[in-house]
């Protein structure tokens, strides 16, 4: 598996950035003008913030394995080809390359499978605006799988997780992301801005939990301030938002995770007394429960709890640096 990894890695995100300008000539070719800004906005900004990323990356690590000549040369390859190539390769062995490339993922597969699971249930409630296309559920599928090989095959963040846990990630984030997606799909069928109503609670939920730790472990600690004695380290902001994201939308592997898992849980019931197709209905109600049940089977019984300890990355001194 760990021979294969990084030539899947390069496929999903070829496919990935592929399909996305694929779906976005598709939208202007419908002469849908918003959904093709966004999509673009959505495939090209995260490019950009990799390759500023990568850069910065090159610069500080990269000072203590190359020199000044290569790096110069990395740098430049970088801002010619960053559509194109996967962080994780040119500067693999640095610290920093599996975080940048969780970041890619973060900002550009994540948004675009929400985004256009939205623009589909849009399109079925609708019938006006034609048929739901192939290439549409395509780009969906290909984002969410890119998203959850990232996460699960991230060595920088989990060194020690066995080939079962990386695949029980892998699959249990496919489960989590995709009931969470369609619920928030059901409620835009209401009302659009809907959309984003079960996944601010669970994202409230998700902060919440996270204060309430630091709480515990450090009182009087300042959230976002690093001390070397607590557990998950705040390195940045950035990071700090993204173990937010992925709790709100991906996590169901951890006892942090069931708060989220039970809000989405609590909406989808919500929508059997709510003008939404039964079917849709019970779609969300059925990947919602079986999400919420892995969260349970994973956090309670001893044979699954290894993917549990995997998922925090709890080091020798009792620091963690996921949750």
Known sequence: MSYCTPYLSLGLYLSDVVTDLYTTYKHYALNHYLWTAMTLTF???PMILGCGLRIYNVIVDGAYSHSARTRCFIIVGWICLMPFIPSIWLVRGSAGAGYIKMIEAMSESLPQAGLQTYIITQTLMHPEMGPVALWQYVTVIVSLATLSFTVSTNSQWFPEATRSSRVSFFFFGLLSVGSRLLVGCCYSVIQKPLWLLPSGTAL????VVWLVKRSYVCPGCLPLRDRPHRRCHAYTIVYVVNNWV???FYNNFTLTGLPASTVYLAYAIGLWYLPVPHPAALLATIFTVLSLFVNIIVTVLP???QTEEHW???????ECYNY
């Open 303 to 305: 044979s699954f709890q």
């Open 246 to 248: 992925l709790t709100t």
């Open 43 to 45: 495939t090209i900004m």
């Open 312 to 318: 925090l990355d709890i080091k020798g001194d009792g």
């Open 204 to 207: 409230i939920a998700s902060v």
